[in-house]
């Protein structure tokens, strides 16, 4: 079943830059989907529709069979985004308030909050930072918030912009371990990276953009040969001829 569904997508800025050019995809419920392309080839363009932050001009985008147009609240609840920067998801004073903020808005009630703000630090091994503020934590550990903020509002697609950046090498153990076990938990993944050496042998399929079109899409080890084309470094087990093995070994 799609559970993201994806037509004719186009995304003119107002200066005139068009930075998605009739994008089609579908992602399948569960699948683990990565976006690779150059600077500037349209990935958090397409990734900030799949979170409702931008509407579609023309096309469609449509999350579990809600249309980003018609119920961009709704859409956004399902599809959880993971921002680049980590600070600017930062709204609460502790990282309990951090994380109660999504469920808050839903407006349930306190008792439901507290179970599903304690589920979602446990998911990602913060249950002890309850009680820190948020601008104290590393950055990894500060990923690792964004991710229980949007686990607790229970998104079934969680979206990656770049989860990577910035992070030293335990920061980046530390985000990829709990991204392969959300996958392994049911969750849909999408994400971008510059990095495909560190997390390509985990995903089910590979996307590659340029200047706002999808030139490849299909299973890691079939698009990524020759992708230096497209600004892309091909992991260094695929340019020795071998199957991609997981960074983390
Ligand atoms: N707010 C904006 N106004 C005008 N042009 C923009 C805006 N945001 C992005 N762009 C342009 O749209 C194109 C796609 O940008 P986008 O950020 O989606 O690319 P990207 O693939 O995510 O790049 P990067 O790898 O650098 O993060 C680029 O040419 C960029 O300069």
Same mark, same amino acid.
């Given at each position: 079943?799609?559970? *993201?569904?994806?037509?004719?997508?186009?995304?003119?800025?107002?200066?005139?830059?068009? &930075? #998605?050019?009739? =994008?089609?995809?579908?992602?399948?419920?569960?699948?683990?989907?990565?976006?690779?392309?150059a600077n500037g080839?349209?990935?958090?363009t397409l990734l900030?529709?799949?979170? &409702?932050?931008?509407? %579609?001009?023309?096309? *469609?985008?449509s999350i579990a069979?809600?249309?980003?147009? /018609?119920?961009?609240?709704?859409?956004?609840?399902? &599809?959880?985004?993971?921002?680049?920067?980590?600070?600017?998801? =930062?709204?609460?004073?502790?990282?309990?308030?951090?994380?109660?903020?999504?469920?808050?808005?839903? $407006?349930?009630?306190?008792? $439901?909050?507290?179970?599903?703000?304690?589920?979602?630090?446990?998911?990602?091994?913060?249950?002890?930072?309850?009680?820190?503020? %948020?601008?104290? #934590?590393?950055?990894?550990?500060?990923?690792?918030?964004?991710?229980?903020?949007? #686990? @607790?509002? $229970?998104? /079934?697609? #969680? *979206?990656?912009?770049?989860?990577?950046?910035?992070?030293?090498? %335990?920061?980046? $153990?530390?985000?990829?371990?709990?991204?392969?076990?959300?996958?392994?938990?049911?969750?849909? =993944?999408?994400?971008?990276?510059?990095?495909?050496?560190?997390?390509? @042998?985990?995903?089910?399929?590979?996307?590659?953009?340029?200047?706002?079109? *999808?030139?490849?899409?299909? @299973?890691?080890?079939?698009?990524?040969?020759?992708?230096?084309?497209?600004?892309?470094?091909? %992991?260094? @087990?695929?340019?020795?001829?071998?199957?991609?093995?997981?960074?983390?070994?």
């Amino acid at each position: 079943m799609n559970i *993201i569904e994806i037509k004719n997508l186009y995304h003119r800025f107002s200066d005139g830059n068009q &930075a #998605l050019d009739n =994008i089609s995809l579908n992602v399948d419920k569960g699948e683990f989907v990565i976006i690779a392309g150059a600077n500037g080839s349209g990935k958090t363009t397409l990734l900030r529709h799949l979170n &409702a932050l931008i509407l %579609p001009q023309k096309g *469609i985008v449509s999350i579990a069979g809600i249309s980003t147009a /018609k119920d961009p609240v709704r859409a956004r609840q399902i &599809a959880g985004m993971v921002f680049q920067d980590a600070d600017s998801q =930062i709204v609460g004073e502790t990282v309990y308030d951090d994380v109660a903020f999504g469920p808050e808005n839903l $407006k349930l009630d306190r008792s $439901k909050i507290r179970k599903r703000v304690s589920d979602a630090l446990k998911a990602v091994n913060l249950t002890e930072f309850a009680d820190k503020q %948020p601008f104290m #934590l590393s950055g990894g550990e500060k990923r690792r918030v964004a991710i229980a903020g949007i #686990l @607790a509002m $229970k998104s /079934k697609i #969680l *979206i990656f912009d770049e989860p990577f950046s910035n992070l030293d090498y %335990p920061g980046v $153990k530390q985000v990829l371990r709990h991204i392969i076990l959300l996958h392994k938990s049911g969750h849909t =993944i999408i994400l971008t990276t510059h990095d495909l050496e560190k997390v390509l @042998a985990h995903a089910d399929r590979l996307v590659i953009m340029k200047s706002g079109k *999808i030139v490849r899409n299909g @299973a890691p080890e079939s698009v990524i040969k020759g992708v230096d084309i497209f600004g892309i470094r091909e %992991p260094y @087990a695929s340019r020795q001829g071998m199957s991609l093995t997981s960074w983390l070994e």
